[in-house]
């Protein structure tokens, strides 16, 4: 099993920034991709930004594209999210989610962390 707990929400003025994080423990070496979704209220939790575990390639969605960054801190198998540029728009709970070796799904789920941005 693996456990993912996030951290670093807050409040933050519209073009301010905040660097989420999300610590990955417990069986790390199946470890295939992590990703960031968020979800705003009254709608659909959406995909914000995936990395490999281990060859790093990274992925975003177009609406954070050039604002946001993925990273991993391999020492201590931390998962980062930087965002800048925020917009009021990038309001939502944040989850970091990962997926293991073998599954075609985001299998692990942190508890979320709210980001709010205030105009």
């Known amino acids: 099993q693996v456990q993912l707990v996030e951290s670093g929400g807050g409040l933050v003025q519209a073009g301010g920034s905040l660097r989420l994080s999300c610590a990955v423990s417990?069986?790390?070496?199946?470890?295939?991709?992590m990703s960031w979704f968020r979800q705003a209220p009254g709608k659909e939790r959406e995909f914000v930004a995936a990395r490999g575990w281990s060859d790093g390639s990274t992925y975003y969605a177009s609406s954070v594209r050039g604002r946001f960054t993925i990273s991993r801190d391999n020492a201590n198998n931390t998962v980062y999210l930087q965002m800048n540029s925020l917009k009021p728009e990038d309001t939502a709970v944040y989850y970091c989610?990962?997926?293991?070796?073998?599954?075609?799904?985001?299998?692990?789920w942190g508890q979320g962390t709210q980001v709010t941005v205030s105009s």
């Open positions: 417990g069986r790390t070496s199946n470890m295939y991709a």
């Open positions: 989610a990962g997926q293991a070796v073998g599954d075609n799904k985001w299998k692990f």
